[in-house]
């Protein structure tokens, strides 16, 4: 099992609508959470960051988690064309050293 | 312009050839870390280093070495490169190692070897 796992996509939507992006992961000590977004041939960029259980907005993205079931989402309201992009779930480990990504999800957002 | 650099940003060599990749912080950061990024693996860690002087193995070490002489500079060094290490490599560096610092990514080099 991987320790950190997402659907690998493509994931297709319209513009203006809602993407959902899911991760799960292994180490039930984890205690941090990220989504960086990846552009096609460029580094990863932070979007969001989630410490605790519960929903976490910033503008038109919300970071969802829930510790008791290994989960986390990225909601992206009103997507954008420039939305489309590959988005990176990374989990810390306890001690905040090793950070474990996932093989990330291919958005893409039809205009 | 607060930023990491590396270089080269391509580099194509054969077998065996020791090779160097640098990676170097304009922020004071604490923390940095190597990453390889395959197609279908994502992003996986090599080493990381939570200061000066300490540094620690990630998922996929093996035939790789680091060095954190300085705060600001983080090279990899492949001793014998292989194929198997033709890959696209991030150097990434944080501010701390509190583990809920972003991490601030350099451009990538991409390497080939054959």
């Known amino acids: 099992q991987k320790e950190v796992e997402q659907n690998s996509g493509p994931l297709s939507v319209p513009e203006g609508a809602i993407a959902s992006l899911n991760c799960t992961y292994s180490?039930?000590?984890?205690?941090?959470f990220f989504w960086y977004r990846q552009y096609s041939g460029k580094s990863p960029e932070l979007i969001m960051s989630i410490y605790s259980n519960g929903d976490k907005e910033d503008g038109r993205f919300t970071a969802q988690l829930n510790k008791a079931s290994q989960y986390v989402s990225l909601l992206i309201r009103d997507s954008q064309p420039s939305d489309s992009a590959t988005y990176l779930c990374?989990?810390?480990?306890?001690?905040?050293?090793?950070?474990?990504f996932g093989a990330g999800t291919r958005l893409f957002v039809k205009a | 312009e607060a930023q990491v650099t590396q270089n080269p940003r391509y580099l194509i060599t054969v077998t065996g050839k020791k090779l160097t990749v640098t990676c170097s912080q304009n922020m004071n950061h604490e923390y940095m870390s190597w990453y390889r990024q395959d197609p279908g693996l994502g992003l996986r860690q090599i080493y990381y280093?939570?200061?000066?002087?300490?540094?620690d193995k990630g998922d996929v070490p093996e035939g790789y070495k680091v060095s954190r002489k300085e705060k600001r500079n983080f090279p990899l060094i492949l001793e014998s490169p292989s194929p198997n290490q033709t890959s696209l490599y991030f150097c990434?560096?944080?501010?701390?190692?509190?583990?809920?610092?972003?991490?601030?990514f350099g451009p990538g080099t991409r390497l080939t070897v054959t």
């Open positions: 280093s939570m200061n000066v002087e300490v540094t």
């Open positions: 990434a560096s944080s501010l701390e190692t509190s583990g809920k610092d972003e991490q601030y």
């Open positions: 180490d039930r000590g984890s205690q941090s």
């Open positions: 990374a989990v810390q480990n306890t001690g905040g050293f090793k950070t474990i």
